[in-house]
């Protein structure tokens, strides 16, 4: 105990990969450890998520963290000091408690994410170990595979186009370097096709191309085509995989294509994306409806889950207990898991428990507005959660968190497992021994 005894919590600000302020946690223990986190922050949230605490006000378009900060200074050291790191849950038992609402909105779930994220650092660096080793233990061998971004739409790009992300994953990839070194080969294809459109206009807020494009087809049709430009076989080396992130545009059964001008009903939306589904090489959609429309999730996963991977974003929220209720009900089948979401570790890694046991796959996640921090890494890596999805290959709040996965990779040397196409699949196993 007396090695991980917290001593000092300090927050403060810093800033986002969009020039917004948020939230560091720093965790002191008794010998000396420290551990730091930086609380992300989404731009397409689901309703159901945690809410981070902004100050509002005319001051930096109200997105100031003063009072978040304040709240690490204040009411979460008092609480926290004198508590073991090493136990996360009673840590972040103690900090839900503390806040005392259902959305963590008193303290700000940024406030409380990056204090519960900071711990678990400070921890593992009490006891002279990384992230994902302290987490997962001897077990902890398996690099995820990588879901990245090469066209950003949506709320990403100022609605440019609807569709949130076209990303590619490399299911034929034998480690995680080669998947980032074939990732690279098409994105770099992607620009080279968009340039030579006279379209190359610069990159979106997740560092994908900003689509200067005519349609939400025209996007999938170029990545496609830049697999096939970078000499790689689709489906089976490269595919493409898509954030449709529905909640963006569609409520009340009604999806609206502002890019293409049209109103889709659920089942003209399905239409839709069957039709994508037929005609390229896709094997993954994240949220393909809203938030609103459980049935529609349901009605789509029913025709597509033996041939895609269908994953719920906003619809979960990172939440077990709705997790649990997409299991039961059929609505998808694989879980987005963004710690922010839920606001503590221990809740995100209760998420991925319920999915594992509900026979869903798991895909940690970034959100759009990051930082330098990489600890989502060593919680892919250190829960046994097969997928990562950070964003794009470019940006160095993105590089940060695959260059970390290579140094992992590296570090594990021999016993480095990829876990590659059957990641794609749900229940994967996971490993044995993680420590939450
Ligand atoms: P967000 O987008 O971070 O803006 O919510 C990421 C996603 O939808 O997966
Ligand atoms: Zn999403």
């Given at each position: 105990m007396s090695r991980t005894r917290i001593v000092a919590v300090r927050g403060r600000r810093v800033w986002d990969s969009r020039g917004r302020p948020t939230v560091e946690a720093e965790i002191e223990l008794a010998r000396g450890a420290i551990g730091r986190a930086i609380a992300p922050a989404g731009a397409s949230t689901g309703r159901g998520e945690a809410l981070e605490r902004r100050d509002g006000g005319p001051r930096l378009c109200g997105f100031d963290v003063q009072g978040a900060v304040a709240a690490i200074n204040g009411t979460i050291a008092r609480a926290l000091i004198g508590l073991a790191a090493a136990d996360q849950e009673a840590v972040d038992r103690s900090l839900i408690a503390l806040d005392g609402t259902p959305t963590k909105s008193r303290l700000g779930a940024n406030a409380i994410v990056a204090t519960s994220l900071a711990t678990a650092q400070a921890a593992a660096a009490a006891h002279g170990l990384p992230l994902w080793r302290w987490l997962g233990g001897a077990a902890a061998c398996t690099l995820p595979l990588p879901e990245i971004q090469i066209i950003g739409g949506g709320k990403h790009a100022a609605g440019r186009i609807d569709l949130q992300d076209v990303l590619v994953v490399c299911p034929g990839a034998q480690s995680f370097a080669q998947a980032l070194l074939w990732t690279a080969e098409v994105y770099h294809a992607a620009g080279a096709l968009l340039a030579e459109a006279g379209r190359l206009k610069g990159v979106a807020d997740e560092g994908g191309f900003f689509p200067e494009l005519e349609s939400n087809e025209a996007a999938i049709a170029l990545v496609a085509r830049a697999i096939?430009?970078?000499?790689?076989?689709?489906?089976?080396?490269?595919?493409?995989?898509l954030d449709v992130a529905a909640s963006s545009f569609g409520c009340n059964g009604r999806y609206h294509l502002a890019s293409e001008g049209r109103t889709l009903d659920t089942e003209a939306m399905i239409e839709l994306l069957s039709s994508w589904i037929a005609r390229y090489p896709i094997v993954s959609i994240e949220d393909p409806l809203a938030e609103d429309d459980p049935e529609g999730f349901r009605a789509f996963t029913a025709r597509f889950r033996s041939r895609i991977q269908i994953i719920g974003d906003d619809?979960?929220?990172t939440s077990a207990e709705r997790v649990r209720r997409a299991a039961r009900e059929g609505w998808c089948t694989a879980v987005l898991l963004?710690?922010?979401?839920?606001?503590?570790?221990?809740?995100t890694a209760a998420a991925w428990q319920a999915a594992r046991e509900g026979g869903l796959g798991g895909i940690v996640s970034a959100r759009s507005g990051e930082s330098e921090d990489t600890t989502i890494v060593h919680l892919a890596v250190g829960l046994g959660v097969p997928q990562l999805k950070v964003g794009s290959l470019a940006r160095g709040e993105r590089t940060a968190k695959w260059n970390e996965a290579l140094r992992i990779e590296e570090a594990l040397g021999p016993r480095a497992r990829f876990a590659g196409r059957a990641a794609l699949r749900s229940a994967p196993g996971a490993n044995g021994q993680v420590r939450l």
């Open positions: 096939e430009r970078a000499g790689l076989r689709a489906p089976d080396q490269v595919a493409i995989a619809l979960l929220v963004k710690p922010n979401q839920v606001g503590t570790l221990s809740e």
